[in-house]
């Protein structure tokens, strides 16, 4: 049997990870640089604590640290435009010859995730995960140069059996090398001075406020002094606090949800569209580092809330960065977050879940979640409105269930408009109508009362009454059994899925927000016969055409048309939004309409064409479209 090893090519690896091909951000060589500087501050912190009180209590130790000289740290930022050299100092815990070694020059080793640091036990847990900071760095620069000096404190803990070295060193890089050199120099400050010098591309994006902006961008709060320097230009960036008041607290409609426990602190906002503007995007920060442009493609927003920004950092190592800092995996951590988060919002609305009903989401979209208590809050929360033994009131999706359980009934879906010219013009048949469906349901919040429905749905069809303009849908529940929604989260659907009458071959649809839909019948012979061809490019721009001129009549209807017109696929929707759909077409269709769309498909499709696609015997009858479609014969 013949082997051959894996083996990865090194220039090829390290070209392909240092590349602007990696990176979503151009800039993220500042932003590793500045979380490097943040790290070895917050390690050295943690270490100036740890001397000589690894066995006291906790008041012992505070008071001893009470009387040392306290530790300030300090990062600083400059930048030459005339030498194009970017330079980052920190008067953290710097390195030694065997850093340099050991975590710089090999490609994926973190000091900070090495037995190294994990041995000194330290109340600090770091935002640097995968050593892959530096390759940032040699992707934006000509040239590097390292001076540091590690910081006596290493050596004072009292875990630490090797002492280690405290020997400055200074090491550089120049583009094309395979190797990093370094010496012994004779830097006296502890800590660690990075300088790159910038490739051109890199250098002219370079500017005073874009390094500003960067910072502030990249970091939610800057707890030590960042001094930035730009030429001649000097500013001091020192922002040890961040969001402690609401902005939005006295915002008229806006729910503010204060966050602040073990993992997070910040803030959740939920409101209505009118606040989107002043609200702004989420953000979203660990350790308060920013980890993504875009956190609500996390999914960690309920999905049912209509608009929900938040800005919440989460205090230590929870959510796992990508690689390329432009992201977060999609693990169980985020998944915990989402619930997290979920119970942060019922908690808010537990005492009032009526508060709820103005934020939450048309129900278009899904609204269906795999938590049981949010959903049990939804069943509180969203009213329907519905007419009910003589009434039309408004009531709780959950007080409906309970209402009828043990019962099978009939529900019909139908606008309100709709509902009022079927019981002033048809009084008879609509006391049938009452009769045969025990709840009828209005427009408000349909679509979610149809989600919340999924258990209990058996059967769900369009109804064309022979009546003018009456058309409805209308559903078979089962509430013999109380069940949960979840297990439907992905299998149930808004609108019917049949016509209860097989020889129509299309219906305008009075949906919700999809007012004037076109919905073919998929049981109608013509129907069947179009299916395999549909998308052929003669049988698509027939139907098209087709459609179009039904909708144009509607909307049209006192144009009054002799033939079809091939509108080139251009519809006006001029359509009166306030009058029901299936009202606005009575009497919309000239009575030679059929006539006109048989000449038509005959214009179209030759014998040849009606035999190669399956179509002969292909033409409509006065029978296939809803009667009162048609104008009244005189």
Same mark, same amino acid.
């Given at each position: 049997?013949?082997?051959?090893?894996?083996?990865?090519n090194?220039?090829? $690896?390290?070209?392909a990870?240092?590349?602007?091909q990696f990176?979503?951000?151009?800039?993220?060589y500042?932003?590793e640089?500045?979380q490097?500087?943040?790290?070895?501050?917050?390690?050295?912190?943690?270490?100036?604590?740890?001397?000589g009180?690894e066995?006291?209590?906790i008041?012992?130790a505070r008071?001893?640290?009470?009387?040392?000289?306290?530790?300030?740290?300090? %990062?600083? %930022?400059?930048?030459?435009?005339?030498? +194009?050299?970017?330079?980052?100092?920190d008067?953290?815990?710097?390195?030694?010859?065997?850093?340099?070694?050991?975590y710089?020059a090999?490609?994926?080793c973190?000091?900070y995730?090495?037995?190294?640091?994990?041995?000194?036990?330290?109340?600090y847990?770091?935002v640097a995960?995968?050593?892959v900071?530096m390759?940032?760095?040699?992707?934006?620069?000509?040239?590097?140069?390292?001076?540091?000096?590690?910081?006596?404190?290493?050596n004072?803990?009292?875990n630490?059996?090797?002492?280690e070295?405290?020997?400055?060193?200074?090491a550089?890089?120049?583009?094309?090398?395979?190797s990093i050199?370094?010496?012994?120099?004779?830097?006296?400050e502890?800590?660690?001075?990075?300088?790159?010098?910038?490739?051109? *591309?890199?250098?002219?994006?370079l500017?005073?406020?874009?390094?500003?902006?960067?910072?502030?961008k990249?970091m939610?709060?800057?707890?030590?002094?960042?001094?930035?320097v730009?030429d001649?230009?000097?500013?001091?960036?020192?922002?040890?606090n961040?969001?402690?008041?609401?902005?939005?607290? #006295?915002?008229?409609? @806006?729910?503010?949800?204060?966050?602040?426990d073990?993992?997070?602190?910040?803030?959740?906002?939920i409101?209505?569209?009118k606040?989107?503007?002043?609200?702004?995007?989420?953000?979203?920060? +660990?350790?308060?580092? *920013?980890?993504?442009?875009?956190? /609500?493609?996390l999914?960690?927003?309920?999905?049912?809330?209509?608009?929900?920004?938040?800005?919440l950092?989460i205090?230590k190592?929870?959510?796992t960065?990508?690689?390329t800092?432009?992201?977060?995996?999609?693990?169980?951590?985020?998944?915990?977050?989402?619930?997290l988060?979920g119970?942060?919002?019922?908690?808010?609305?537990?005492?009032?879940?009526?508060?709820?009903?103005?934020?939450?989401?048309?129900?278009?979209?899904s %609204?269906?979640?795999?938590?049981e #208590?949010?959903?049990?809050?939804?069943?509180?929360?969203v009213?329907?409105?519905?007419?009910l033994?003589?009434?039309?009131?408004?009531?709780?999706i959950?007080?409906?269930?309970?209402?009828?359980?043990?019962?099978?009934? !009939?529900?019909?879906?139908?606008?309100?408009?709709?509902?009022?010219?079927?019981?002033?013009?048809?009084?008879? #048949?609509f +006391?049938?109508?009452?009769?045969e469906n025990?709840?009828?349901?209005f427009?408000?919040?349909?679509?979610?009362?149809?989600?919340?429905m999924?258990?209990?749905?058996?059967?769900?069809?369009y109804?064309?009454?022979?009546?003018?303009?009456?058309?409805y /849908?209308?559903?078979?529940?089962?509430?013999?059994?109380i069940?949960? @929604?979840?297990p439907?989260?992905?299998?149930?659907?808004l609108?019917p899925?049949?016509?209860?009458?097989?020889?129509i071959?299309?219906?305008?649809t009075?949906?919700?927000?999809?007012?004037?839909?076109?919905?073919?019948n998929?049981e109608?012979?013509?129907?069947?016969?179009l299916?395999?061809? $549909?998308?052929?490019? *003669?049988?698509?721009?027939?139907?098209?055409?087709?459609l179009e001129?039904?909708?144009q009549?509607m909307?049209?209807?006192n144009?009054?048309?002799?033939?079809?017109?091939?509108?080139g696929?251009?519809?006006?929707?001029?359509?009166?939004?306030?009058k029901?759909?299936?009202?606005?077409?009575m009497w919309c269709?000239?009575?030679?309409?059929v006539?006109?769309?048989?000449e038509?498909i005959?214009?179209?499709?030759?014998?040849? #064409?009606?035999?190669?696609?399956?179509?002969?015997?292909?033409?409509?009858?006065?029978d296939?479209?809803?009667?009162?479609?048609?104008?009244? !014969?005189?």
């Amino acid at each position: 049997m013949n082997q051959c090893h894996i083996d990865l090519n090194q220039d090829n $690896m390290i070209a392909a990870f240092s590349s602007p091909q990696f990176y979503g951000d151009t800039e993220v060589y500042i932003r590793e640089l500045l979380q490097n500087a943040f790290d070895a501050c917050n390690t050295r912190a943690a270490l100036e604590w740890s001397w000589g009180t690894e066995f006291l209590e906790i008041e012992e130790a505070r008071a001893i640290n009470s009387m040392r000289e306290p530790y300030h740290a300090r %990062i600083r %930022i400059s930048y030459n435009s005339l030498t +194009q050299r970017l330079t980052i100092e920190d008067n953290g815990i710097g390195m030694n010859s065997g850093d340099i070694e050991k975590y710089v020059a090999k490609i994926g080793c973190s000091y900070y995730q090495s037995e190294d640091f994990a041995i000194q036990k330290l109340q600090y847990e770091p935002v640097a995960r995968y050593g892959v900071g530096m390759l940032s760095c040699f992707m934006a620069a000509r040239a590097i140069l390292i001076e540091s000096k590690k910081d006596k404190c290493v050596n004072t803990a009292w875990n630490i059996t090797n002492k280690e070295s405290l020997e400055p060193v200074m090491a550089k890089w120049l583009e094309g090398s395979e190797s990093i050199e370094y010496v012994n120099c004779n830097r006296e400050e502890s800590g660690s001075k990075i300088t790159l010098v910038l490739k051109p *591309k890199y250098a002219m994006r370079l500017t005073m406020q874009g390094l500003i902006g960067g910072i502030r961008k990249w970091m939610l709060y800057q707890p030590y002094p960042i001094e930035v320097v730009f030429d001649r230009k000097r500013e001091t960036i020192y922002d040890s606090n961040w969001i402690l008041d609401n902005p939005f607290a #006295d915002v008229l409609g @806006v729910i503010s949800i204060r966050i602040l426990d073990d993992l997070m602190e910040g803030y959740l906002w939920i409101y209505n569209s009118k606040h989107k503007a002043l609200i702004g995007d989420s953000c979203l920060y +660990q350790q308060g580092f *920013k980890l993504m442009d875009d956190p /609500d493609a996390l999914g960690i927003k309920p999905e049912w809330l209509r608009h929900m920004t938040f800005h919440l950092n989460i205090k230590k190592p929870f959510l796992t960065p990508r690689m390329t800092r432009d992201g977060v995996a999609n693990d169980e951590n985020v998944k915990e977050l989402r619930r997290l988060i979920g119970e942060k919002v019922l908690k808010a609305f537990e005492a009032n879940p009526m508060n709820l009903n103005q934020y939450l989401n048309d129900g278009r979209k899904s %609204i269906l979640t795999e938590y049981e #208590d949010e959903m049990a809050l939804l069943g509180k929360a969203v009213c329907v409105d519905v007419y009910l033994k003589g009434k039309q009131i408004a009531l709780p999706i959950e007080t409906i269930v309970q209402g009828f359980s043990g019962k099978v009934i !009939r529900i019909a879906f139908i606008a309100r408009e709709l509902f009022d010219y079927y019981r002033t013009n048809y009084p008879i #048949d609509f +006391q049938r109508f009452l009769k045969e469906n025990k709840l009828i349901v209005f427009e408000k919040n349909r679509d979610i009362f149809c989600q919340m429905m999924a258990p209990y749905r058996k059967s769900q069809r369009y109804v064309i009454s022979d009546y003018p303009g009456i058309l409805y /849908d209308d559903m078979v529940a089962d509430f013999h059994m109380i069940r949960s @929604v979840v297990p439907y989260r992905n299998s149930y659907h808004l609108y019917p899925q049949t016509i209860g009458y097989d020889e129509i071959f299309c219906l305008v649809t009075n949906n919700q927000g999809r007012s004037l839909d076109i919905l073919l019948n998929k049981e109608h012979r013509l129907y069947k016969m179009l299916e395999p061809v $549909m998308y052929h490019p *003669k049988v698509h721009t027939i139907l098209a055409v087709i459609l179009e001129n039904i909708k144009q009549r509607m909307i049209n209807s006192n144009h009054g048309w002799s033939k079809i017109i091939d509108f080139g696929g251009m519809i006006v929707d001029d359509w009166d939004p306030s009058k029901v759909a299936t009202l606005q077409a009575m009497w919309c269709l000239e009575n030679d309409f059929v006539i006109s769309v048989n000449e038509f498909i005959e214009s179209r499709l030759t014998n040849k #064409d009606r035999v190669d696609l399956g179509l002969v015997g292909f033409e409509f009858h006065r029978d296939d479209f809803i009667s009162w479609w048609f104008m009244p !014969r005189e």
